[in-house]
């Protein structure tokens, strides 16, 4: 059983730095797709990003594209999610998810993540 915790969260003003971490305990961390999500309030969870098992490719929703930055440590079982420059649109709960398979028609739909951590709050005020 996977068990992912995500920390790094919290109160930022506009056009702020924070970054995200995930860490994963519990099966072989180097075999899962990761992928980041936030849900807003009133709002559906959306992709935010995404990255292969090892590493090599990522992928990223339109609205974040050349502000969050998705990376991982296999040996630290941890993803991280860099986010820079943000936006009062950012503010959500973030979270991460493993997927056991890759699947770069997929990677961006929740349904192929089996497993998810509890969230983190990210809140960007003015």
């Known amino acids: 059983q996977v068990q992912l915790v995500e920390s790094g969260g919290g109160l930022v003003q506009a056009g702020g730095s924070l970054r995200l971490s995930c860490e994963a305990t519990?099966?072989?961390?180097?075999?899962?797709?990761m992928g980041w999500f936030r849900q807003a309030p009133g709002k559906e969870r959306e992709f935010v990003a995404a990255?292969?098992?090892?590493?090599?490719?990522?992928g990223d929703a339109d609205s974040t594209k050349g502000r969050f930055t998705i990376s991982r440590d296999n040996a630290k079982n941890t993803v991280y999610l860099q986010m820079n420059s943000l936006k009062l649109d950012d503010t959500g709960v973030y979270y991460c998810?493993?997927?056991?398979?890759?699947?770069?028609?997929?990677?961006?739909?929740?349904?192929?993540?089996?497993?998810w951590g509890q969230g983190t709050q990210v809140t960007v005020s003015s």
């Open positions: 998810g493993a997927a056991t398979k890759w699947s770069a028609s997929r990677w961006r739909e929740q349904g192929l993540y089996g497993y």
């Open positions: 519990g099966g072989t961390f180097s075999g899962y797709t």
């Open positions: 990255i292969s098992p090892g590493g090599s490719r990522t």
